[in-house]
Every structure is written in C-alpha cells, then in structure tokens.
C-alpha cells in the first residue's frame, strides 16, 4: 500500500499529541487533591504553555504580521472556542454528571467532522470510515467504562455537546493549509488568547480559581506544587496543541480527529502509572475497538 506523503510523520505527531493530552488528567488529579480548582489548574497550563511557546511562535512567524491579521479569525475560532470553550465547557458538564459520559460526548467530535466535512464540503465518507467511526465509538464506551452505569443530566449533557463543538472546531482550523500560520504560531496565538479568556472568566467569579502551594502526592511520591504544573504547561499543553496542529495539516481534520481518541487510551496508563489506577479488561476491550476504528478510518480516506 503507498503511503501518502507526509502520513506516516501525521501519525506520530498525531500519537505523541494524544499521549501528552492524555497526561493532564493524572497530573492535574494530584493538584485537585491539593487543594487547586480545575479553572486555576487550566489556567495556569494554558498560561504556561503560552510563554513555552511565545519565542518559538514569533521566529515562525518571521515578522510576517501580517499573517495574524489576515487569521484573526482562524485564531480566535481556535483560540476561543477550540482551547477556552472546550475546557469550559467540559468543566461546566462534569459540575453535573458524570465524567465518563461527559468525555464520550465530548469525543464524538470526529462523528461530527465526519458530517461537516460532508454537508458542506461534499466529502462523502465511505463505508469503511463509517464502520470505523461506529467501532472507534463503540470503544470509547468500553474505555469509559460506561456500562458500569453512568448519571446523565441533562443540563450537563447540553454542555458537553458544546465542549465536542469546540472540539471539533479546533480540529477543522488545525486542518486549514491555505494561506495559514505555521502550526507553532498559531498554537501559541491560541493560548495567548484561552488564557486571557479563562483568566477574565475567573476574574468576574464565572470560572472559580483557588489554588494552595502544598506538595502534590501522586502513586511516584511527593512533589513540589509547581512540578506537575510545568508539565501540565510544556508537555500537556504547549507540545500536546503544537503536534497535534501539525498532525492535522498532514492527516486532514477527519483521521487526524479519529487517532486523537487514543488520547483515552493514553490517559489509562498514566493513571496507572501516576495514580496507581489500573486499567479493567472493558479498557483493553476499547482500546483494541479504538484502534480499529483508526485503521479503518485511515483505509476509508485512501485516495
């Protein structure tokens, strides 16, 4: 089979995306359990990943500043709605149901793609992209465990849509190449932007902020407070939307959006490894559907 150009290195950073994604959860959980409030925990990765990133964006952009002010609108769609909306959205659900059914709505952002990219682009999805959406869902609903019975509300679930809306969208910029920033410039544009946007919404009391400076205790040990949080910025945040940008120019917004949801996967073994929390037969169950689901959809986009 020949493989397109570009594909096999789309895969990868796509995987490595995923992986660092699916780190914040366990990192985080140390510092909720501290005392910290998942607003001040997210701001404060976005704010981090901003300055990672801010010397590296600007070299990029070569003094062509122009280039931001002819995307200003790509970069405030991925800013605000891809990075800002989609965190507080997701945070809003889980404020009233479950998370497990939170993220299952969250993640059929792919499903949606699938549908936009069609109605409005003409790209009609074949069966074996339709068969693998089917199986990379189906999956999901075993990673989350969610046959163990989950609390669905609807107030939440109407947030959670949002949060798949955002997410989606920030797959769909990602995948624009016309005329575009590079990858590095305009994920730093967007976390310039989600931090001032989650930094004015705990300002006026929408999004709560409280943080403490005590040790962060994980299944590894004791650490200092702003260990966990430089990951959570460099790694979680600054690589994790840098590589997953360039992932989609290469894969396209479809695949790029389906081998995202390894990101489940990745998030089982770091609680594994960081919370001790280990992974039941229903996770390698949809791990294999999710897997599955990626490959059929990456035979469904052959040319």
């Given at each position: 089979?020949?493989?397109?150009?570009?594909?096999?290195?789309?895969?990868?950073?796509?995987?490595?995306?995923?992986?660092?994604?699916?780190?914040?959860?366990?990192?985080?959980?140390?510092?909720?359990?501290?005392?910290?409030?998942?607003?001040?925990?997210?701001?404060?990765?976005?704010?981090?990943?901003?300055?990672?990133?801010?010397?590296?964006?600007?070299?990029?952009?070569?003094?062509?500043?122009?280039?931001?002010?002819?995307?200003?609108?790509?970069?405030?769609?991925?800013?605000?709605?891809?990075?800002?909306?989609?965190?507080?959205?997701?945070?809003?659900?889980?404020?009233?149901?479950?998370?497990?059914?939170?993220?299952?709505?969250e993640?059929?952002?792919?499903?949606?793609?699938?549908?936009?990219?069609?109605?409005?682009?003409?790209?009609?999805?074949?069966?074996?992209?339709?068969?693998?959406?089917?199986?990379?869902i189906?999956g999901?609903?075993?990673?989350l465990?969610?046959?163990?019975?989950?609390?669905?509300?609807?107030?939440?679930?109407?947030?959670?849509?949002?949060?798949?809306i955002?997410n989606?969208?920030?797959?769909?910029?990602?995948?624009?190449?016309?005329?575009?920033l590079?990858?590095?410039?305009?994920?730093?544009?967007?976390?310039?932007l989600?931090?001032?946007?989650?930094?004015?919404?705990?300002?006026?009391?929408?999004?709560?902020?409280?943080?403490?400076?005590?040790?962060?205790?994980?299944?590894?040990?004791?650490?200092?407070?702003?260990?966990?949080?430089?990951a959570?910025?460099?790694?979680?945040?600054?690589?994790?939307?840098?590589?997953?940008?360039?992932?989609?120019?290469?894969?396209?917004?479809?695949?790029?959006?389906?081998?995202?949801?390894?990101?489940?996967?990745?998030?089982?073994?770091?609680?594994?490894?960081?919370?001790?929390?280990?992974?039941?037969?229903?996770?390698?169950?949809g791990?294999?559907?999710?897997?599955?689901?990626?490959?059929?959809?990456?035979?469904?986009?052959?040319?």
């Amino acid at each position: 089979m020949r493989v397109l150009p570009g594909i096999g290195s789309g895969l990868l950073l796509a995987l490595l995306s995923a992986a660092s994604f699916g780190m914040a959860g366990a990192l985080a959980r140390g510092l909720l359990e501290a005392g910290w409030s998942p607003g001040a925990v997210v701001l404060v990765r976005l704010s981090v990943g901003a300055l990672t990133l801010a010397p590296f964006a600007l070299i990029a952009l070569r003094g062509r500043w122009s280039l931001l002010r002819t995307q200003a609108r790509p970069v405030l769609i991925y800013g605000a709605l891809g990075m800002a909306g989609t965190q507080f959205c997701y945070f809003s659900a889980v404020s009233t149901m479950d998370v497990a059914p939170a993220l299952l709505i969250e993640f059929t952002a792919p499903v949606a793609i699938v549908g936009w990219l069609w109605l409005r682009k003409g790209q009609r999805p074949r069966r074996l992209t339709l068969v693998g959406a089917a199986s990379a869902i189906a999956g999901l609903v075993f990673a989350l465990d969610l046959a163990s019975g989950a609390d669905v509300a609807w107030t939440g679930a109407a947030w959670a849509f949002a949060a798949m809306i955002g997410n989606a969208a920030y797959f769909l910029v990602s995948g624009e190449t016309e005329g575009a920033l590079p990858p590095i410039t305009l994920a730093g544009a967007g976390l310039v932007l989600s931090a001032a946007i989650l930094a004015a919404l705990g300002a006026v009391g929408i999004l709560p902020m409280h943080a403490t400076f005590t040790t962060a205790t994980y299944a590894i040990g004791e650490t200092p407070w702003w260990a966990p949080l430089i990951a959570l910025g460099v790694l979680s945040a600054a690589v994790a939307y840098v590589t997953g940008t360039a992932a989609t120019r290469r894969l396209g917004s479809r695949l790029a959006s389906f081998v995202a949801l390894t990101e489940v996967l990745a998030s089982a073994l770091f609680a594994w490894a960081l919370l001790d929390q280990r992974p039941g037969p229903a996770v390698v169950l949809g791990g294999l559907l999710i897997i599955t689901g990626v490959v059929l959809v990456r035979l469904g986009d052959r040319p």
